[in-house]
């Protein structure tokens, strides 16, 4: 199995952690997105998601939920 990238744009680095979001003026709590983010990335896009009023929680990444 390859290893998850960044979902930074540009970044092709291997994930370390997960940014689990939603919108949600669109959707309920049951409806979640899962952002995949590198060391170096995971803060810029968890406040990227934040300033914007979703709610977002990060968690380290788990290759078995990326199958």
């Given at each position: 199995?390859?290893?998850?990238?960044?979902?930074?744009?540009?970044?092709?680095a291997?994930?370390?952690?997960?940014?689990?979001?939603?919108?949600?003026?669109?959707?309920?709590?049951?409806?979640?997105?899962?952002?995949?983010?590198?060391?170096?990335?995971?803060?810029?896009?968890?406040?990227?998601?934040?300033?914007?009023?979703f709610?977002?929680?990060?968690?380290?990444?788990d290759?078995?939920?990326?199958?």
């Amino acid at each position: 199995m390859t290893a998850a990238q960044c979902s930074r744009a540009g970044c092709r680095a291997d994930a370390a952690w997960q940014v689990v979001w939603r919108n949600p003026r669109i959707h309920g709590p049951e409806r979640r997105k899962i952002w995949a983010a590198c060391p170096e990335h995971v803060a810029f896009l968890r406040e990227y998601l934040a300033s914007r009023g979703f709610p977002v929680e990060v968690v380290a990444f788990d290759a078995a939920d990326a199958s």
